[in-house]
């Protein structure tokens, strides 16, 4: 029971630390702050759950999408890894969602899908991530599933409440904490990239 705790809590943090609703607040707040609370909460709702049905998707028929483009795990790990290396180092860099992910830009009232969906929510490094997560087909490994599958979902939770509670928490917090967060995140986020990194090299026989 101990380890499978600590199992979920790691799955938990690694998609906690890497779709990052710390960075999605702080843009959110900047890009919908002169919208009234009706525009908000149908941007939050599109945004939470486009962007989950996207990492459910992936999660769930990622590895079949992998076995028919004839791309091996250990690939999507080093070029997951590669990914999540420069979005690390832009979040440590900018303190912010970084731009190659979708920050900035101009603000629209249809935002709740593009970008806050996706790249922000479902970017390229939370697509990869979930797909390694699974660890395989669907099933292959019930628990982990389960726990990729519950922890992808609390997450979205998280943000829907960041989000409808976005200027409470950004006065509470204050915009440079949030950022100060985000460029801690961004390192762990860089670690991950080089575990993944040494993971696909222990698994082709470079390293042992």
């Given at each position: 029971m101990g380890s499978e705790i600590l199992d979920f809590v790691s799955i938990f943090v690694r998609?906690?630390?890497?779709?990052?609703p710390f960075g999605s607040l702080v843009l959110f707040v900047?890009?919908?702050?002169?919208?009234d609370n009706r525009t908000r909460r149908v941007i939050t709702n599109d945004a939470v759950v486009y962007?989950?049905?996207?990492?459910l998707f992936?999660?769930?028929?990622?590895?079949y999408l992998l076995s028919f483009f004839g791309i091996s795990i250990e690939a999507l790990e080093i070029a997951g890894g590669l990914i999540l290396l420069i979005m690390g180092i832009e979040m440590v860099r900018?303190?912010?969602?970084p731009k190659s992910m979708g920050g900035g830009g101009p603000v629209e009232t249809d935002i709740g899908i593009v970008p806050f969906a996706?790249?922000?929510?479902?970017?390229p490094g939370a697509i990869s991530l979930v797909i390694i997560l699974m660890k395989g087909q669907l099933f292959s490994n019930p628990v982990n599933d389960a726990f990729t599958i519950l922890s992808?979902?609390?997450v979205m939770l998280i943000i829907y409440i960041f989000f409808v509670f976005s200027s409470r928490i950004t006065r509470i917090l204050g915009e440079k904490v949030l950022k100060a967060l985000t460029r801690?995140?961004?390192l762990l986020v860089a670690g991950f990239a080089i575990q993944y990194f040494i993971n696909a090299m222990i698994a082709l026989g470079v390293l042992h």
């Open positions: 998609l906690f630390v890497v779709i990052d900047a890009m919908t702050g002169s919208l962007g989950g049905l996207i990492l992936f999660a769930v028929f990622g590895s900018e303190g912010d969602r996706t790249p922000f929510i479902a970017g992808l979902t609390l801690i995140f961004g």
